[in-house]
């Protein structure tokens, strides 16, 4: 072979190339063509393994002459493929158009409702969390003995009656020393103060708010509710402490400067004294009207002593009020049945959006 062949064969060669690299329609040619010219077994390539065979002389300039092409070849291979590339760009974004004047799709964040229940409890743990109350729960299927027993209701205290109990078949289940107790749906939440005092030690600070249950049906009062119990206690607390935990409660929740409040004398077994509370309803528009929330007092210290606890040394105070209730006043919802008749409508017009997470520095309600 001359060299005058080989310079010919090269021009030949060269000028095939870059004419298939001209020629190469989308990326996908291209990349056949790269693979066919400066690929491993390609045109190119196959015209080094020749440079052993040659003698010295010659061997240098092929080789250089063969470089040179590689690297034209492989410079027009980039040219050509950021040209391809920015036309396949330019075509997507002729063809792919968005339609701005579509409405927007909802999603489920804005489709969805928080029911009032939900919200409200949202709203008094946040209230009770800032003054340190931690939250804490209990089942909603009770033993008789935390539900009435322990709570200073024994067997035939007429308090049972007044609660309307839903009981579970007699011998529901065996306790710790194999006798049959009886189960029953708790009718308050107040025995999670005595889970919370058998479990923990003094200073107790927690609210807990849950279902209840009691067999009775009408326009106020429906066979489950909701309750927010909370319990404190510890060496020095008094009903005054009652009374401002109150108070800054119902400001907080109403978000209004000032709420009259009135404690009635009442009776409960595991409180001593006990008292019902009011509120003065000008809070929610009603000038000179009172409103039950819920009952009150000094924790018993027969209770204190069902839990181990010495009365001597600790006492404390609970209440409990109806979430429902509080719900019914502050958003003006008539009729307590509708909350639990699962209509669609009723959330839609009366649940709340799941972004309005209720916090004390953003504002409680919406
Ligand atoms: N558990 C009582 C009820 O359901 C309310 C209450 C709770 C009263 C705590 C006093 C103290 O009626």
């Not at 209509?343 to 009366?350: A, E, P, S, T, V």
């Amino acid at each position: 072979m001359t060299s005058a062949t080989s310079d010919n064969e090269l021009k030949e060669l060269e000028e095939k190339l870059l004419g298939e690299v001209a020629g190469a329609g989308d990326l996908d040619v291209l990349e056949q063509v790269r693979v066919s010219a400066v690929g491993k077994k390609g045109s190119v390539s196959a015209l080094m393994s020749r440079l052993g065979k040659m003698p010295p002389e010659e061997r240098k300039a092929f080789g250089q002459a063969v470089n040179s092409i590689k690297a034209r070849v492989t410079h027009a291979l980039d040219e050509r493929k950021a040209a391809l590339a920015a036309q396949e760009l330019e075509k997507r974004l002729a063809n792919e158009k968005e339609d701005v004047t579509l409405p927007i799709r909802l999603g489920p964040q804005f489709e969805g409702r928080i029911h009032p229940v939900s919200q409200v409890s949202d709203e008094l743990v946040e209230i009770f969390a800032d003054m340190g109350f931690s939250v804490a729960e209990g089942p909603d299927i009770e033993s008789d003995d935390l539900n009435f027993t322990k709570l200073n209701i024994p067997l035939e205290h007429p308090a049972r009656q007044e609660h309307d109990t839903f009981y579970f078949g007699p011998c529901s289940v065996k306790t710790d020393n194999g006798e049959a107790e009886r189960l029953v749906l708790r009718t308050h939440t107040s025995p999670v103060q005595i889970r919370t005092m058998m479990a923990s030690k003094p200073p107790i600070r927690i609210i807990a708010p849950g279902r209840v249950y009691r067999c009775d049906s009408d326009q106020t009062h429906t066979p489950m509710f909701h309750q927010i119990e909370a319990l404190v206690i510890d060496e020095q607390t008094h009903m005054g402490n009652l009374k401002w935990v109150l108070e800054e409660m119902c400001k907080a929740f109403f978000e209004v400067e000032e709420v009259k409040m009135r404690f009635r004398a009442s009776h409960f077994p595991f409180t001593e004294p006990s008292a019902e509370i009011d509120i003065g309803a000008d809070a929610i528009g009603k000038p000179g009207e009172w409103l039950e929330i819920g009952g009150c007092g000094m924790v018993h210290p027969n209770v204190l002593r069902n839990c181990g606890l010495d009365p001597e040394v600790y006492q404390g105070f609970a209440f409990g009020m109806g979430i429902d209730r509080m719900a019914m006043l502050k958003y003006g919802l008539p009729d307590l049945r509708a909350f639990f008749s699962g209509d669609l409508r009723w959330l839609k017009h009366y649940g709340f959006s799941v972004l309005d997470v209720p916090t004390l520095a953003g504002g409680l309600s919406p």
